[in-house]
């Protein structure tokens, strides 16, 4: 009624890849889904439908990460676009940098790499727009 309204987080895990499983290759996958193990390539939620992923204290992710709604308690070694809501809790390790929308970053967390607001992130016609008129 007030506005686009957002996608509510998926309060539902549909999906499940648990402690002691190594998945080597990429990932798609649509609704929710919880991290326990590690997975070796890149995590991609379904384009255009509300995603969450949960990734466990324990898990390990190596491989960039696009979904809309992300909770990190683990391990990341690679880019992260989450294109509505990322929550790094206390035990949250990230190297790579962090793509958001709207973050909450617990005491403890850390990131090594850059955080990217996403209404900050130029198009690059815009900064070929820049760079042009700088020049003159």
Known sequence: ???KQKHKPQSR?????????KIEGNVSFA???RVDGEIVGNVTAVAEQPSTLVISEKANIE????VSHLVVNGAINGPVY???FLELQASSRVKGDVHY???EMQIGAIVEGRLVHRSSEAKPTELKLAASKSGS
């Open 82 to 84: 989450a294109a509505e």
């Open 13 to 21: 895990i549909d999906s499940l890849i648990g402690a002691g499983t």
């Open 1 to 3: 009624m007030f506005g």
């Open 101 to 103: 929308n709207t973050l």
């Open 31 to 33: 609704g929710g889904l």
């Open 63 to 66: 491989g960039e990460i696009r």
